[in-house]
């Protein structure tokens, strides 16, 4: 199954809508975390280990903010936003009612971001890359192919944010775990 099968033309059109909107989003947490990279390296360059504990933290604060953040931006003004994209209001209706689901995953996406950076930035690239797959490709491959299944459209929209919350479930192991072993 897929969007044009489900939906039809205005579902591939709300998709491509929200995946603008999301590409901004991504990025705003992408360049946060490419900032804070450096930082822990450095940290990790002249073993402070409490700096780099300490800017993690700041860190997952951050961007569990600018994911509440943009949430509620995009959840507040869903309607201007999109009509910004689109004049069709089958398109918009479809779009608005998506992206409040779809949305969801903004508030974790940022946190699996940051923990990929952390462990790159602490020379554990396994763990950052099986995140970035993991929540990139693997996971999304495997929720579009059996949401939709059971939800119909909605099971859809699901597809992102609840890739994003396993993957954020394997991320909290990965730092439990590296906890542990410092």
Known sequence: MNILHILGDNGVSAFSIISYITTFVTMAMIGFNQGLQPIVSYNLGKKNFEN?????KIALATVIL??????????????????SFVNDQ??????????????????????????????TSIKKVKQATFI?????????????????????????WLTVPTAELVTLIISVYFISKLKKEQ
């Open 66 to 83: 600018f994911g509440l953040f943009f949430y509620g931006i995009v959840n507040i003004f869903t309607e201007n936003i999109v009509k």
């Open 132 to 156: 970035t797959a993991l929540r990139g490709i693997i996971l999304i491959f495997i929720f579009i192919s059996i949401l939709p299944k059971f939800w119909g459209e909605t099971g859809l």
């Open 52 to 56: 780099i504990r300490k800017v993690f």
């Open 90 to 119: 089958n398109t918009i209706d479809l779009t608005v009612k998506s992206i409040k689901i779809y949305s969801i995953a903004y508030i974790v996406s940022g946190i699996n971001i940051v923990c990929a950076g952390y462990f």
